[in-house]
Nanobody, 120 residues
Framework: VQLQASGGGLVQAGGSLRLSCAAS????????MGWFRQAPGKEREFVAA????????NYADSVKGRFTISRDNAKNTVYLQMNSLKLEDTAVHSCAAGGGTDFSDDYDYWGQGTLVTVSS
């Protein structure tokens, strides 16, 4: 599975962005998907994950109620809708295919990141 993330950019605090992660290969629907992010000088952290069917999802406490993860298996794409963005959401956001947990080592495939910058 090859993953390509897009949708990052510069947005003011309180604004919204939607990230997309397009996957190649016919096995996309077999994988749970996750979003992780890494801010400058910080370790990578879990953001959100969704099951292979899309029936269940989980979120980091820091984004719960503001971010929504979803997927369209017909389009081989997973999304991350980010609302009420805060300065601390500034980071490179990456998508991953695999375990669906909040532990990065559980994921088998990673896409390149897309930068989200939130300004005041």
């Amino acid at each position: 599975v090859q993953l390509q993330a897009s949708g990052g950019g510069l947005v003011q605090a309180g604004g919204s962005l939607r990230l997309s992660c397009a996957a190649s290969g016919r096995t996309f629907s077999r994988y749970a998907m996750g979003w992780f992010r890494q801010a400058p000088g910080k370790e990578r952290e879990f953001v959100a994950a969704i099951s292979w069917s899309g029936d269940s999802s989980n979120y980091a406490d820091s984004v719960k109620g503001r971010f929504t993860i979803s997927r369209d298996n017909a389009k081989n794409t997973v999304y991350l809708q980010m609302n009420s963005l805060k300065l601390e959401d500034t980071a490179v956001h990456s998508c991953a295919a695999g375990g669906g947990t909040d532990f990065s080592d559980d994921y088998d495939y990673w896409g390149q990141g897309t930068l989200v910058t939130v300004s005041s």
